[in-house]
């Protein structure tokens, strides 16, 4: 179907940071698949996971546990820095936000009518998730959507005007990803903690991009010091491996009783072994730690270029945002491919940076020299003939 645009190129294998496509050509990888691939290609851990486990046991439906599966739910409140809660798995970041949103409706039924999310938010693409997310055009062609979502500019006014005692939940990112690597503002999350707690409202921070140490904490929310209700992770957890889930903390942690979510696959015993492996060697590693310094280091690269088309940077650790001063991020996109390079355009004006979570010095400084290649053959190029 042609539901998405058309592939870049055809790849065919990968190895650390680096990817190769069918006619033998090597890319240095600075999107890992959107976040996903924390630990880069074929990385040796994650290989050894994926045999071992599906060796032993692959599936066993939702009628049974199984030891990979408890481990990672405690592995998941812990680094959450959680004391007790639940965990809910699915298959992907949408699936998690699905739960997420049937878990704020249970936050007061019929009383609490009203779900707040964010302007320009991505929140996935099935239909609950589609509903939280702030683009219109995404939205639009599969109107209806179902009710009750509120879409409010990030600003700390707008939730304030906002926010009442008929509001069931406020979900937000850390980092708007997919709207261009857009920060929050100052003190937003600290605020929205303060505002959800006195008006009973759920707290749910969608963790899908930023989660599993890619902002240089394990979870973006950690940043600002304040635990949410509910988190939805996905994507670097499984390293390449599909699995999402959703984490409730506290009282919200008791708001599903039994038979009212399910998912024949989430939380098998692959997908759990292999996030476990995944979550596993990244903080044997010090991975959290490293994506903290070297995406300081990543953005000082980008302003030494020193190029007049970049106007700056956003985001935190290693989910950067390049701002452009024109909308040109596509042809940058293109010309960066053309370098041996992926980047990714996340809006007309921003490229957005996310690399395996293991680059290192030598990979930064083949960035350095890729990126620039791409922005000075852009510079050479006019708009309307690219």
Not at 173 to 194: F, K, M, N, S, T
Not at 264 to 284: D, K
Not at 370 to 381: D, E, N, P, V, W
Request: glycine share 12%.
């Amino acid at each position: 179907m042609h539901a998405l645009a058309m592939p870049l190129a055809e790849l065919e294998r990968g190895q650390g940071c680096r990817v190769r496509d069918a006619e033998g050509r090597w890319y240095l990888d600075f999107l890992a698949g959107i976040a996903v691939n924390s630990l880069g290609h074929a990385h040796p851990v994650f290989v050894e996971a994926v045999s071992t486990q599906a060796a032993r046991l692959a599936h066993v439906s939702n009628y049974f546990a199984t030891a990979p599966q408890l481990e990672l739910a405690e592995r998941l409140l812990r680094l959450a820095g959680a004391g007790s809660g639940r965990v809910l798995f699915g298959n992907s970041g949408t699936e998690a936000n699905e739960a997420a949103f049937k878990l704020a409706r249970l936050n007061g039924g019929e009383a609490r009518p009203r779900i707040l999310a964010l302007e320009n938010a991505f929140h996935g693409r099935t239909m609950g998730a589609l509903a939280l997310t702030g683009k219109p055009a995404m939205r639009t062609p599969f109107e209806p959507m179902p009710g009750g979502v509120e879409h409010i500019p990030a600003t700390i006014e707008a939730l304030e005007a906002a926010i009442d005692e008929r509001v069931a939940a406020l979900f937000v990112e850390p980092v708007q990803g997919e709207a261009g690597v857009v920060d929050l503002p100052a003190g937003y999350l600290a605020r929205a903690r303060e505002l959800t707690e006195q008006h009973g409202a759920l707290l749910i921070v969608d963790e899908i991009q930023t989660g599993a140490g890619r902002t240089g904490e394990w979870f973006g929310f950690q940043h600002a010091g304040i635990r949410p209700d509910a988190i939805t992770v996905a994507k670097g957890m499984g390293g390449g491996f599909p699995i999402g889930a959703l984490v409730a903390f506290g009282d919200a942690a008791e708001l599903f009783t039994a038979g009212q979510h399910g998912t024949t696959y989430g939380g098998n015993p692959l997908a759990t072994a292999v996030s476990n492996a995944v979550l596993g060697e990244i903080e044997r590693a010090g991975l959290v730690e490293h994506a903290a310094r070297t995406g300081i280091r990543l953005r000082e690269i980008v302003a030494g270029l020193d190029s007049p088309l970049v106007t700056g940077t956003s985001g935190l650790g290693l989910l950067v945002g390049v701002g452009l001063a024109e909308p040109r991020a596509v042809e940058l996109m293109h010309a960066a491919l053309a370098e041996g390079l992926i980047v990714n355009a996340a809006n007309p004006s921003t490229i957005r940076l996310a690399p395996p979570l293991i680059a290192g010095d030598a990979e930064l400084e083949e960035f350095a020299d890729r990126f620039g290649r791409a922005l000075h053959r852009l510079a050479s190029t006019r708009t309307d003939t690219v």
